[in-house]
């Protein structure tokens, strides 16, 4: 549960180093896999409803910097030329799954919450001579992003990085447990995802061009979740997601593993029985455990 005083302190986050906000080059390969997990353990806080500290997810976005929602939302690519923008998965922000139509000044105003109307109209304006002055569309995201989702202005509401984060735990936790899901994930569909097709005719190589990190964490969570051997799990002890090394494993650390094994054992050695209703019954002595076991036997062999 995210405690009142971080919903005072921060309405928004963003994450800034002198007049840049931080941007981060995420290599799928490599620490991806941290990123991943590390987003589905702040998701495994929110599902729990415990507490999350303020220095938790200001570590986090110096790690790793912003998720770049405001890209994401979007389906028209180039929203910010626009009057209008076109959101998915809106119901991040009010609750709603139905496509949602907004001005576009509104929109970044939400993404944008220390600028003045004035402000974002000149952003806008920034942004339409870029598009004027860039002859190739090849260069056109990575340019106007520098404007809006690595801008020094840029922030997300605290409310859609939690949402997002406990939506991919609970797909994960409900997959495992072979349960159907119980909302859809449009996320899951990933937005503006891009390739590089033409280097398969020059050098054999194929991967995808990721352009903000909630994209790079749901191509990995989808490789991840179609994998014909699973290694993303969730612990039987501690409910932390982790990515396992032996696709037996059970748990994320051996001290999970150990408390478990702790915990196992003491509920064996604790004169626990068992009704034919499934209720457990600790028995309070040897002696009048033995009878009470017999009285059941009989009952269940009627």
């Not at 200001?58 to 994401?72: C, E, Q, T």
């Not at 920034?126 to 190739?136: I, M, V």
């Amino acid at each position: 549960m995210l405690s009142n005083s971080l919903n005072i302190l921060i309405s928004y986050l963003s994450i800034s180093s002198g007049n840049k906000a931080t941007k981060r080059t995420v290599n799928l390969t490599e620490n991806i896999n941290d990123i991943l997990v590390d987003t589905l353990n702040i998701g495994k806080k929110v599902f729990y409803k415990e507490t999350i500290n303020q220095s938790e997810l200001l570590d986090y976005f110096a790690k790793y910097g912003s998720f770049g929602f405001l890209i994401d939302l979007a389906i028209n690519k180039y929203f910010v030329l626009d009057s209008k923008v076109a959101i998915r998965d809106a119901f991040y922000l009010n609750n709603k799954e139905n496509i949602e139509f907004m001005d576009i000044d509104e929109y970044l105003k939400i993404f944008f919450p220390e600028l003045n109307k004035r402000e974002i109209n000149s952003l806008i304006k920034k942004c339409e001579k870029t598009a004027s002055d860039t002859t190739k569309e090849d260069y056109l995201t990575s340019m106007i992003n520098e404007y809006l989702i690595y801008s020094e202005h840029y922030a997300e509401p605290i409310e859609l990085i939690l949402n997002y984060a406990r939506s991919l735990y609970k797909n994960l936790a409900t997959t495992l447990d072979h349960e159907p899901s119980t909302m859809k994930l449009p996320f899951l569909s990933v937005n503006h995802l891009e390739h590089n097709f033409d280097d398969l005719y020059r050098n054999n190589s194929f991967g995808f061009i990721i352009n903000y990190l909630k994209q790079a964490i749901d191509v990995n969570y989808a490789i991840q979740m179609g994998q014909d051997v699973r290694l993303l799990k969730i612990c039987n002890f501690c409910n932390k997601a982790f990515i396992a090394k032996n696709p037996k494993a059970e748990y994320d650390t051996y001290n999970c593993k150990n408390k478990a094994n702790v915990y196992k054992s003491r509920a064996k050695s604790s004169n626990m029985v068992h009704t034919d209703k499934g209720i457990a019954v600790k028995l309070p002595s040897d002696d009048i455990s033995e009878e009470l076991v017999k009285n059941l036997n009989k009952k269940k062999n009627k």
